[in-house]
Each structure stands twice: as C-alpha cells, then as structure tokens.
C-alpha cells in the first residue's frame, strides 16, 4: 500500500497588529443628579452604577449582582426606579437621577428614612438605599398603598437580613405620616409580641 504525500499550505504572511489601548478615551454628558446640574467625563462603556460611584463618588447605591437580579443598585432615572447596573451611563444624558443621597433635604431626613430606622427596617444597610428608593417612587405614585401594593413594589429588591416585614411595616409608617397623619409604630414592631 502506497501512501501520499500531503502538500501543506503555503506559509501565510505574517501581518503586525497594533493594539491602541482606549482606556484614555472618554465622553462627558451633563445630567441632573440629586437635584443638581452635574457634567461628569467617563469611558463609554461605564454603566449608570459605575459612573454613580466611581466617577460622581455616590456610594450610597450599590454594587450587588451587577446582572439585574438584586435590585441593591437601585435609583430612580426620572422618577423610575431603575437598575443602575443595568443601564448605560450614555443613556442618561440630559436625564434626571436620584441616589439615597439625594433623600434628605437640608439635614432633614426623609420620613422613608426615618421609619426605617425606627422601625430597624436596615439592618446591615447594604440593600437599604434601593429599598428606600424604590419606595419613594412608591408613595410618589400611590399615597396609599396595601401591603400587598408594597410588596409588588419591593418585590425586585432582595434583603438577607430582615425578612421584611420590618420593611413593609416602615413604608405603610412613612406614608401614614406623609399623608399627615399621627402615626406611630406598634409596639410589637418595636418590642415583639409579648
């Protein structure tokens, strides 16, 4: 048995490739952040979370699964709450964002804030600024919410720590109060049943 000799492929030519790094390329876009006219410049490919905290210096939104999954980097882009890992920093020029630093006015607490640590609705506090937000957008939208309204809202925002009912509990609080009404917690909020 005879066996043939293969013809390899003629030698391709080598060809250089020059890569330019872009970590220098940028872009600025001017948006209102917390009430304020801000222009921040960072890389295209930065999302809304990213920008926030690294490039604006607002912590107070969160890194969690940064796949949309968590709900910890919640904000509100427009009065929306929005997943901030899951939206492009270009997307929001001209844009209006609002951050858990932007709750308080002039030192006062946002009565969100403060039925929530009446109530220990924070407990480690890493989910907390997205719950707050997601709630101000609930109570901006619905003055009067049943606690299943509540739990639909808050639904996409995941807590390991307070099983929530101390979160449902300190959203129905706020909104009594911000509707004017005399409202405090009850006691087994507080202290447990006894």
Known sequence: ???????????????????????????????????EPVEVAFAPHKTLL????????????????????????????DGTPVLSCLVLGLACAGRRVKTVEGMADR???HPLQEAFAELGAAQCGYCTPAFLLASEA????????????????????????????????AVELAAARMRGEDASPAAESLYGYE
């Open 107 to 109: 030192g006062t607490l």
């Open 1 to 35: 048995m005879r066996v043939r000799a293969r013809k390899l492929a003629p030698a391709l030519p080598l060809i250089k490739i020059t890569v330019i790094p872009m970590h220098d390329s940028k872009t600025t876009i001017a948006l209102e952040v917390n009430e």
């Open 138 to 169: 609930l109570l901006a939208a619905n003055a009067s919410p049943s606690r299943d309204v509540i739990k639909d809202a808050l639904a996409g925002n995941l807590c390991r720590c307070t099983g929530y009912i101390k979160i449902y509990e």
């Open 50 to 77: 990213e920008v926030l905290r690294e490039d604006l210096g607002l912590t107070g939104t969160k890194h969690g699964c940064e796949l949309g999954e968590c709900g910890t980097c919640t904000v509100l882009l």
